[in-house]
């Protein structure tokens, strides 16, 4: 089987797992969008390769090896994003698709390479934390905005949903990382809240929209 497909199994079972402590093989299935035969098939070969201990009837586990290899698969690809994003000037919007195919060069010289003329970023262009060489992650102590009181000033530093339909709302919004929002009053019946940011005044944010915002409390 190809590299390719393995390390895309196992990122997704990375992923699934900080999502929820135990997970079945049922599960990934339909992370990947895969029979259960298929599925089952990959798990073992993931086992061969000292990725992942599996036994019948029971939750999936990563190995130490599994958990390093997904954090800098996961490494890669964010950093291939920002260098999309900061040195190519595609929008944060076009980086995803391509980084995952970036994220599969073997050469860690490459990366070290890209990670140095980026500065040694610490986040990818949507705030989510870049692992480091070791594939350690420091998760930032952030708060969704829809958690924030009313009459708070908040710096938007990341965001939960990356999908593209969200990021060209944002685009359409003009809102982006760094910038400073005032969050000026919060509706009781359906928690949508009022903000104020840059040269935009009174946006109405649904409560779906607030917590799909990280923020940091100015």
């Known amino acids: 089987m190809p590299t390719v497909i393995k390390e895309n199994y196992l990122k997704a079972l990375h992923f699934l797992n900080q999502k929820n402590a135990t997970v079945s093989l049922t599960e990934l299935g339909k992370a ?3 029979s259960k035969p298929t599925v089952n098939d990959m798990v073992k070969k993931l086992q061969s390769n000292g990725w992942v201990v599996y ?6 586990k990563l190995t130490e090896e599994g958990r390093r290899t997904a954090a800098l698969i996961v490494r890669k690809h964010r950093l291939s994003e920002m260098f999309l994003y900061k040195i190519m000037g595609f929008g944060w919007e076009e980086v995803h698709d391509i980084a995952e195919e970036l994220e599969h060069i073997k050469s860690d010289a490459f990366f070290d390479r890209m990670d140095e003329l980026l500065g040694f ?3 990818d262009p949507h705030g989510s934390p870049i692992p480091d060489k070791e594939g ?4 930032p102590n952030y708060q969704l905005l829809s958690q924030i009181p009313q009459n708070t000033k908040v ?3 990341g965001l939960r949903d990356s999908s593209t339909e969200f ?13 400073e929002i ?4 919060i509706e009781p019946f359906d928690k949508s809240i009022t903000v104020s ?7 109405l944010l649904t409560h779906s929209v607030s917590n799909r915002l990280f923020v940091e409390v100015v």
């Open 155 to 157: 710096i938007l530093r």
């Open 121 to 123: 970023p610490t986040t």
């Open 55 to 60: 036994e019948k009837y029971k939750p999936l």
């Open 197 to 203: 940011y840059g040269e935009h005044s009174n946006v």
């Open 182 to 185: 005032h969050l000026q009053h």
């Open 167 to 179: 990021l060209l709302f944002l685009n359409n919004k003009e809102l982006q990382l760094g910038t």
């Open 32 to 34: 990947m969008d895969v």
């Open 136 to 139: 350690n992650l420091i998760k």
